[in-house]
């Protein structure tokens, strides 16, 4: 990034501290792992280097193994690394993620509703709309990873 570009969290603080208090409700709602693999997952559909790397070192504090979080980028090509409900919910962080191309399919709602209950399903819609938020703050604030 060649300019250094305003901060949400420095110019809106109020709206960070929203955000902040939206993902503790979606937290109390959502499995850890799961959430865990939506945020990853949406961040590396939207190329936010920022949050891939933040939450690529939560996933593997929390205990995900390495190559595992690896996989959630070809999440469709590892097969057995993912349980069937994680690929239906990683199914719908796609289809979220780019509405523009058909929405969220009935099928792939249905999917991921088969494995959740109806509250972990609006949770886990918000947790996409909230993660999808932060990455467009990350890019377009120009936000980078730091080097580790």
């Not at 690929?87 to 494995?115: F, K």
């Amino acid at each position: 990034m060649g300019t250094t570009r305003a901060q949400v969290a420095q110019h809106l603080p109020e709206a960070y501290s929203a955000l902040a208090r939206l993902g503790t409700v979606v937290d109390a709602a959502l499995d850890d792992d799961l959430h865990t693999l939506v945020k990853l997952r949406a961040s590396i559909l939207n190329g936010c280097a920022f949050c891939v790397d933040m939450h690529h070192h939560e996933a593997l504090a929390s205990g995900m193994s390495p190559q595992r979080a690896a996989l959630v980028a070809a999440w469709r090509e590892a097969g057995a690394h993912f349980t069937e409900a994680e690929r239906a919910v990683l199914e719908l962080v796609d289809a979220l993620t780019l509405v523009g191309g058909n929405g969220l399919p009935d099928e792939v709602y249905a999917r991921a509703s088969a494995h959740l209950s109806e509250q972990e399903m609006v949770a886990l819609i918000t947790a996409v709309g909230l993660v999808n938020l932060y990455n467009r703050l990350g890019v377009g604030t120009g936000m980078a990873p730091p080097v580790r």
